[in-house]
Structure formats: structure tokens, C-alpha cells
């Protein structure tokens, strides 16, 4: 593994939204970019419990830290769980102690948006999340339904747009393409 460099750029605000498919997967091709300069990250999943082929590779890969804060369930958007709601509050917490961490250069919070969009976490918090991050840290946000007042405070924004999907067809998730 490379020399961890010293970062000496300002980290940005990316956000990868929108209907189509790869949010999470952009924001792993951003990670392995970074651990390849020797960079640590952390991804923090949001609503997300089942065991995910980043989560297996992981394990293997020097560099990335990956923690699931959700169940293997869907979270109804009107009326989210109870459980639901600790498991993401519990991310929240995991999160705010990560970023003031010296060490982390990337942080990733995967599917914040959702949790957002579903009133699991405030966009109020996040858009002070965003506000007092490190100088140093990188921070991207994932998922559908972004709300604008943090579109509005990134430095990069990415819309995946569906054009065509093969649940349309009736294909289901398959391991090692969805999770």
C-alpha cells in the first residue's frame, strides 16, 4: 500500500442523487481512487442491513472501514419503525464522532439522503454537519431525494438519472450486481 500522503487540499462536498442506479458504487469508485493514495475511509450505510458485497470486500481491503446503521428491511417513508429510527440516529451519533477524527480523510454517508427525505435524521444536522466539517475531510453524501438546502451547500453534485431498469422486466436484485 502507498505511503499515506499528507492531504493538503481542502476537502469538498460531493453528493451523488437521483432516481438512477450507482449512487453507492460512485461513492466506492471514489473511495478505491483514495485508498490507492493511501487515504482512510470510512462509509457510514444508513438503512442498509444486509450483507452487501462492499461490506465482504471490506473486510479485505486495507484502508476502508464500512458500518451498517439500518436493518434488512424496507423503512416505510410515512411511518419509519421505531427501530428504524435508532439504528439511523445511532449512525448519526457514529458519524459526528468519525468526522473530528485526524485520521479519517474520507467520510462517506450512504444514504443520508433518504434518511432525510424519510425524517430519520434533520437536514437541519446535516447541513451543520456540512458546515462544520474539517477543512481536511471529504465528505460525500448518498441517496435518492436530496433535499435542496444541502444540494445548495455541496461543491459537486451527481444525478443519476433511470432511463431504463431490469426490475421494469421483472428482474430481481442480484448478488454481486445489487448487493
Known sequence: MPEK?????????????????G????????????IGHGWHVVMIQFMKGRLYGEIITSGKLEGLLIEQHGRDEFVDPENPEKVDVDLARGGWVRANELYKEENIDMLIL???????????????????FIDNKPDR???????????QRIIDRA?????????????QRGIKSRKGIEF
Do not use: C, P
Open 23 to 34: 449512487k453507492t458504487t460512485a461513492s466506492l469508485g471514489a473511495a478505491l481512487r483514495a
Open 155 to 167: 461543491d459537486t453534485v451527481t444525478e443519476m438519472k433511470e432511463i431504463k431498469h431490469h426490475y
Open 137 to 147: 475531510l471529504e465528505l460525500i453524501l448518498t441517496g435518492r431525494y436530496a433535499d
Open 110 to 128: 450512504d444514504e443520508i439522503n433518504v434518511a432525510v427525505s424519510f425524517g430519520l435524521i434533520s437536514a437541519e444536522e446535516v447541513i451543520e
Open 5 to 21: 500522503r499528507k492531504i493538503i487540499n481542502k476537502g469538498t462536498v460531493q453528493i451523488y442523487t437521483g432516481n438512477g442506479k
